[in-house]
């Protein structure tokens, strides 16, 4: 009788570790999109794209969809050492049953701080540590995650707009030459949009405009 009940002990204990590991791991799936967009470069690669479309004034040309789908896949070249790393550092090690899951996020978290900290304002990341009543840390691996990830999701932000404000520009001057010309002819009541898009298409296709927006958000990080 003794021998059965230690035996249902065990076993009730290695369902309920399953059962937490299992419940772990759909949270930590139901946060993935969140972690992708607040934690790697697509926040700023999708918000310069769609200033892209928008100064282009194409309406859904091109569609979501396809800035989305080019957003994850430049997300993932520009991301591949960081991803190698925690691949190298942790999962592997946490494969081959050599470290604990705790270490293990530990050994992850470290090449995500190394690169988020290095895209981030100094301003942003003071603003969070000091409104959390957290101390200074001394390196990048003692930076609390809680305080780095929206600090580098602001900082992101305010480096896409820069950006998307530097594509605005030209074609904003473009757009006001067509409503000049439109005005001193007399024509008031056509809307200088269906004028200027073709020249700003053409503008933008004769300049390579496509390759030298991905090629700025490369050398951006």
């Known amino acids: 009788m003794n021998e059965f ?3 249902f002990n065990t076993s009730s204990a290695d369902n309920v570790s399953t059962s937490v590991k299992l419940l772990l791991l759909f949270t930590v799936l139901s946060l993935a ?3 992708l967009i607040l934690m790697t470069c697509f926040t700023r690669i999708i918000i310069v794209l769609s200033f892209v479309r928008t100064s282009l004034a194409t309406q859904q040309m091109p569609p979501n969809q396809v800035l989305i789908g080019l957003s994850l896949f430049l997300t993932f070249f520009i991301m591949a050492p960081t991803f190698q790393q925690v691949n190298k550092d942790a999962l592997t090690p946490l494969f081959n ?3 604990n899951l705790e270490q293990a996020y530990d ?3 470290v090449p995500f701080k190394e690169f988020m900290s ?3 304002r100094q301003k942003d990341l003071e603003l ?5 009543g957290a101390e ?3 390196s990048i691996e003692e930076i609390p995650l809680t305080s780095l990830v929206p600090a580098f999701a602001l900082s992101e932000i305010k480096t896409a707009f820069q950006i998307g404000f530097m594509i605005f520009i030209p074609f904003l001057v473009i757009d006001m030459v067509v409503a000049s010309i439109l005005m001193s002819m007399g024509m008031m009541m056509l809307p200088p949009v269906m004028i200027s898009l073709p020249f700003k298409i053409l503008l933008f296709v004769l300049v390579d405009g496509w390759y030298l927006v991905v090629k700025s958000l490369l050398q951006s990080f």
């Open 97 to 99: 049953e050599e470290i």
């Open 5 to 7: 009940m230690e035996f």
């Open 33 to 35: 999109p969140s972690i």
């Open 118 to 120: 290095g895209h981030t």
């Open 128 to 132: 969070f540590l000091n409104y959390s």
């Open 136 to 138: 200074q840390p001394e």
């Open 107 to 109: 050994r992850a978290s």
